[in-house]
């Protein structure tokens, strides 16, 4: 199995918060939509193909993306994170590659950063990686648990942690690299009992982890990168973030 990878964008979210009618994706920041440069990271850092998963507006998101040359899955019903890349399997099967997945909602990650987290993923051998971040306040976020190693020990949802495991404040950023075909076999094994009757893509690591597999996490070494839009407030931020890259 060589180094080469594919990536899937998670574009199919209504982004109800923004207060518009509009796909939280193609919002605009600098006359582009914000799924843009989430396409233009995955292509500079080499990923063979790129496939957007959307759902909400999807003819209005394929057509504003008719340039980028990218591919397109269709997620209908919305039925979780782990459901959305379950439609990307029929474009990938039987891809002995590698998947990164990037949110279409994060558009200042950096190559930098990015670069590296596919590097320790390759370095490693691992089966995934996640991309994870140190916040002040981690509150409401899953929690990363680490082996002494340095690999990961387990992942946890705020609500299922512990007091001790609350006190971590390594997050989940819900970015990451899987060797693809290790991917779509554990995603035939995860189920939808929870709260919300939806389909977890967190849940492949502990089946990972369970079956003696490796899951490695890396920081980025800045917290605001991996952060979403879900306002005009942020979608602002973002824009000043991404001027300030270009100048």
Do not use: C
């Amino acid at each position: 199995m060589s180094n080469q990878f594919a990536t899937i964008i998670m574009a199919a979210g209504k982004g109800t918060r923004m207060k518009s009618d509009l796909a939280k994706v193609l919002h605009p920041i600098l006359g582009q939509p914000m799924i843009h440069y989430v396409i233009a990271l995955a292509r500079d850092l080499g990923s063979q193909r790129v496939i957007a998963i959307i759902g909400h507006q999807k003819e209005r998101v394929q057509e504003a993306l008719k340039n980028e040359h990218i591919e397109f899955a269709i997620q209908e019903p919305q039925l979780g994170t782990g459901h959305a890349v379950m439609q990307a399997e029929p474009l990938l099967h039987g891809y002995d590659g590698h998947v990164l997945v990037l949110s279409g909602d994060a558009p200042v990650l950096t190559r930098s950063t990015m670069r590296q987290m596919i590097a320790k993923h390759f370095e490693q051998n691992a089966t995934a990686t996640v991309l994870t971040a140190i916040m002040p306040d981690p509150t409401g976020y899953g929690r990363v648990i680490r082996n002494p190693d340095g690999s990961v020990k387990k992942n946890v949802e705020h609500k299922d942690a512990t007091e001790d495991e609350r006190k971590i404040n390594e997050i989940n950023s819900g970015i990451y690299m899987f060797n693809s075909l290790e991917l779509f076999h554990a995603l035939k094994k995860i189920n939808s009992n929870n709260a919300q009757n939806e389909y977890y893509l967190p849940d492949v690591l502990k089946i990972f982890i369970d079956s003696g597999k490796k899951v490695m996490a890396h920081v980025t070494p800045d917290a605001s990168e991996i952060s979403g839009i879900n306002t005009i407030e942020q979608l602002q931020a973002a824009e000043t973030i991404l001027k300030s890259q270009k100048d």
